[in-house]
């Protein structure tokens, strides 16, 4: 059965700290991995990850797959009260269906 | 300019009623999915349209029922809505398999609460 499984399920973090999120993942026929970022409404799209060891980043976010181990990271550097939200990993399988983790919840305070 | 639209944005509605949601995105995307959102935020897919025709459904209830009456557009109408059907569903578009299709561009959600 595909399953993703995300780590820590809930965050609390100041205001300047870094987090990483984490993501392992069983999916069939493995095509990618993506970050998705949801604040009250709609997931909006971070990352798309398909090569290992080859870090994608935006501004302070940034990810790397390890396609060996089944594990994805999501980095977030000097955190603002603005990055709080559920950030969602999803495995993306041969059939282009898309599995998702339950999110991990971070909340930055000032 | 938006990507994916749905209406409504909330519906309150009794046990037992017949309710639709639409959805349509003008990215020219081919594929359109359905998603569930719990109230644990556990968001699992439901169906999946690849230029109208379902690709993807996800051992959902016969109560709920896809139409896609053409590549832009797919509704979503569940029967008899029961407790169990309360949550915040969301649409979804992207390229089709193999042309980019991955990427996934979600409408902002329908939340339905069934009284």
């Known amino acids: 059965e595909d399953k993703v499984v995300q780590s820590p399920l809930s965050l609390v973090v100041h205001e300047g700290d870094t987090v990483t999120l984490n993501c392992s993942y069983e999916v069939t026929n493995f095509r990618s991995l993506l970050w998705y970022k949801q604040e009250k409404k709609a997931p909006t799209f971070l990352f798309m990850l398909?090569?290992?060891?080859i870090e994608k980043k935006s501004g302070r976010l940034s990810s790397i797959l390890d396609k060996k181990e089944l594990f994805s990271i999501l980095n977030i550097t000097a955190t603002q009260t603005g990055d709080s939200a559920v950030y969602l990993c999803a495995g993306v399988t041969g059939s282009e269906k898309l599995v998702f983790g339950k999110g991990t919840k971070l909340t930055v305070n000032p | 300019d938006t990507a994916v639209s749905q209406t409504p944005k909330y519906l309150v509605t009794q046990m037992g009623n017949d309710k639709s949601i639409k959805c349509e995105q003008n990215l020219g995307h081919d594929t359109m999915y359905w998603y569930k959102q719990d109230s644990k935020k556990f968001l699992k897919i439901m169906f999946s349209y690849n230029n109208k025709e379902l690709i993807i459904n996800e051992t959902v209830p016969n109560r709920f029922s896809p139409k896609s009456p053409d590549k832009a557009h797919l509704n979503l109408h569940i029967n008899s809505l029961e407790l169990g059907d309360s949550a915040v569903y969301f649409c979804a578009s992207s390229y089709p398999p193999g042309q980019g299709g991955d990427t996934q561009y979600f409408g902002p959600g329908t939340r339905l609460t069934v009284l």
């Open positions: 398909t090569s290992s060891g």
